[in-house]
């Protein structure tokens, strides 16, 4: 999907609250339309979460269109991330939470990474998740001394000199000046 146009991110202030509830009508039938028509019909819709609003909604009826299965994968929840930026106690915040509390209940199937995300979706959401843990690919693995030093080897020529004249300060300072 693309981004919201840039025409919109100037609007002042007083718009916020219209554009919040703009942006995610529109995403909606975007992503309605992509995951109904524009893609074959899949056994399996698997979301990860957050984002929630639009995507828990949407991929719910395209689940229910297309006669397959709805799952959520949750690494967190979205109405707490969104109350960082907008306050706990936003309607917007209440909202959110009820859409991806409502939708998350109409999951298929639910998994997480964490025993404290299950407990808390199976505790304070009535769901029932499966816990799958991350775990990192092989090729993760903690740097060798060896493997450092050819890296800061690399950089030294980067980072030696500086990039132009605004990089240093010289002259007197204050500290330096005699009283």
Known sequence: MTQWPKIFQGLPRIFRPIMLLLKPIIQFFVLLWFLCL????????IVQNPPSVPTLVAVRWASSL???????????????LL???????????????????????M???????????????AQNWGINATVLYDQPPE??????????????C????DLRQPLGSG?????????????
């Open 66 to 80: 297309r006669n397959s299965a709805f799952i959520i994968d949750w690494h967190n929840f979205g109405y707490t």
């Open 38 to 45: 524009k893609i074959p019909s899949p056994d399996v819709f």
């Open 139 to 152: 090729f993760f693995h903690p740097t060798s001394l060896e493997e450092k030093h050819k890296l800061f």
């Open 83 to 105: 109350g960082l930026s907008l306050g706990r106690n936003s309607r917007f915040v209440s909202v959110y939470r009820w859409i991806e509390n409502r939708y998350g209940k």
């Open 154 to 157: 690399r950089l030294d020529k």
């Open 167 to 179: 990089d240093c300060v010289s002259g007197v300072t204050y500290f330096l000046q005699e009283v």
């Open 107 to 121: 999951a298929d199937g639910s998994l997480c990474v964490t025993k404290a995300m299950q407990h808390e979706l």
